[in-house]
């Protein structure tokens, strides 16, 4: 999976994998020693991770975790940019993003599922004019990058057209020719007639606009255009290394962003304003807007845009619910590398759970949209007991032989219980307890106790610094007695302890999901 994360990731030679700077190791050497610990390591020990550092092997019981990750965790008023920037500089710490880090990204599908429920969702917004349909509809975003690129796979799955504008020519070059876009243009004015084409045709559609979103959203806005959906993903939370400030090249921006930084920020923060108050526009002309989780507003208000929440956040106004019943971005990884090992877990999975039929829709839509990047892997959302229930059956094929290799299972760190973000994953909780840390940690602890193989602990980076604490987790069904009763308690105690989470902040269907499902709630009277 180390090696598997580069492979899929961004920029492979500078070990960054996505969301701007999220990296896989601290430095070469790190990765190097890394690699060459894992190697050697034996079931009863386990592989110590500081911030992209391997700093130890220590004993501990064979069912330990066989690596334990922490990184860019910094005492609250220490939690900010400028000191992370700095730590960042003297080679002390990296941003770890959510699943980089910890060496659990799959490339661009690790977000897709999300990004097309979400879709689906606001599309059934009561705020817009959509009534749930998206056939020809007009979505409008930006950022081709690594999360970003599932924005037009996502968008062809609901049958809408999309215009995602990038900034970076060489990303659309390879976007085009990766087919993950099927058209791409240098021109608002050609941008919107390929938009109307598309519109006339039967099929979803994804047009690349190669330009600047803080131009080009205020343009739209001034020629009178309204999309149906608006969103964005430029990687907004870095002001300094993630958003091109508008009438800079990206060859310029480079140069700069090191040179002056502290110019470079402001211009950023301007033009995400610039890019923010077109969408409040669009938004006031009846369009559904959202944020998709990548700090635009946060950015966009610290220059004084006094409404910049009034566009809401996509978990807290289309997820919440989903997380209320423990389903979140579950993944799994067929570490033969094999694509019959893939199928095979396409089919089991489809047929596990009749009950939901919208999971052998989505692995059915998946199978149909999604490239093979790097490893075979799917992510597909499932819920508590769901997931325990398809890695046992897993499980039991690789004990049999009728996988040629074990299986790995994940899930992105944005679950129920996985993160902490008052603008992400906790915004708006019903009781207020936004930026409450402890669930996240109370997640790796538990995952640690049942036998996880590798549990990680992040804290955000760049501009998501101080705003973020998150948990993640590896297992490998190795056809394993040990590893059946692990899996179990460990993918039971995420899903558990998430809806527990919800359920503590008020909502109702959490604590119908842990009554239902058996999950032993206290609750002092
Ligand atoms: P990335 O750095 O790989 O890509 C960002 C892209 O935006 C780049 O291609 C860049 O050229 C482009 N860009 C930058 N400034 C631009 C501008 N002004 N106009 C047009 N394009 C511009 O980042 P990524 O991995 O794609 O992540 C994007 C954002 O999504 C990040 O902030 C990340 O933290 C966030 N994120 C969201 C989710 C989710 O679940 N919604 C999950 C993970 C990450």
């Known amino acids: 999976m180390l090696e598997n994360v580069l492979e899929v990731g961004q920029q492979p030679e500078a070990l960054i994998v996505y969301a701007s700077l ?68 003297a080679g002390q ?91 791409a243009v240098d021109t608002v004015e050609e941008a919107l007639r390929a938009v109307r084409r598309a519109q006339e045709g039967s099929r979803g559609w994804a047009v690349a606009l190669r330009g ?98 009034e566009i809401p956040g996509f978990v807290e106004r289309y997820i919440r619910p989903l997380f209320c019943r423990g389903i979140g971005p579950f993944r799994w990884v067929a570490l033969s590398g094999d694509r019959a090992d893939a199928d095979r877990l396409d089919a089991l999975a489809s047929s596990l759970f009749p009950e939901r039929p919208e999971v052998a829709s989505w692995l059915e839509l998946a199978r149909r949209h999604m490239p093979v990047e790097g490893l075979p892997a799917r992510s597909c959302w499932l819920g508590h007991g769901e997931r325990s229930r398809l890695a046992l059956a897993v499980n039991q094929l690789v004990a049999q032989g009728e996988l040629s290799a074990p299986v790995l299972f994940s899930r992105d760190h944005l679950d129920a219980a996985g993160m902490t973000h008052p603008f992400i994953g906790t915004e708006r909780m019903r009781d207020g307890s936004d930026a409450v840390a402890d669930w996240p940690l109370l997640d790796a602890m538990l995952l640690c106790s049942t036998g996880a193989d590798l549990v990680a602990v992040h804290a955000g980076g760049g501009g998501y610094s101080g705003l973020m604490q998150s948990a993640g987790v590896s297992l490998v069904a190795d056809g394993s007695p040990s590893a059946a009763q692990r899996l179990r308690a460990a993918l039971d105690a995420d899903t558990g302890l998430g809806v527990v989470r919800y359920a503590e902040a008020g909502y109702e269907l959490a604590a119908t999901t842990a009554a239902e499902t058996g999950i032993r709630r206290i609750i002092p009277q």
Request: without cysteine; hydrophobic residues 45%; neutral net charge.
């Open 212 to 309: 600047n979103a803080a131009e080009v959203y205020p343009e739209l806005v001034r020629r009178g255009v309204t999309p149906d959906l608006v969103t964005d993903l430029t990687a907004a939370h870095d002001a300094r290394y993630g958003y091109v400030p508008a009438g800079l090249e990206i060859s310029e921006w480079v140069e700069m962003r090191d040179r002056e930084p502290d110019r470079v920020i402001d211009r950023a923060r301007t033009s995400m304003a610039a890019q923010l108050r077109a969408m409040r526009a669009m938004q006031a002309a009846g369009a559904v807007v959202f944020e998709n989780g990548n700090n635009l507003r946060v950015q966009a208000q610290s220059t004084g845009v006094t409404d910049a929440f």
């Open 93 to 183: 710490t990296i941003w770890g993003g959510l699943t980089a880090g910890a060496w659990q990204y799959i490339g661009s599908q690790g977000v897709l599922q999300g990004i097309y429920e979400v879709f689906r969702a606001a599309a059934r917004d009561p705020a817009g004019r959509l009534h749930g349909e998206l056939r020809r509809r007009f979505i409008l975003t930006s950022g081709l990058g690594g999360m970003g690129s599932a924005q037009p796979v996502a968008i062809r799955m609901t049958g809408a057209v999309g215009l995602i504008v990038e900034v970076d020519r060489e990303r659309v070059r390879a976007r085009l020719a990766a087919g993950v876009v099927d058209e």
């Open 22 to 89: 999220g990296k896989a190791a601290r430095d070469w050497p790190a990765y190097r020693a890394i690699h060459d610990a894992l190697q050697k390591l034996e079931e009863t020990e386990t592989l110590v991770i500081q911030s992209g550092k391997p700093v130890a092997i220590l004993p501990t019981p064979a069912t330990s975790p066989l690596v334990v990750i922490a990184t860019n965790n910094m005492v609250g008023r220490y939690a900010t940019p400028e000191v992370f920037y700095e730590r960042m500089a």
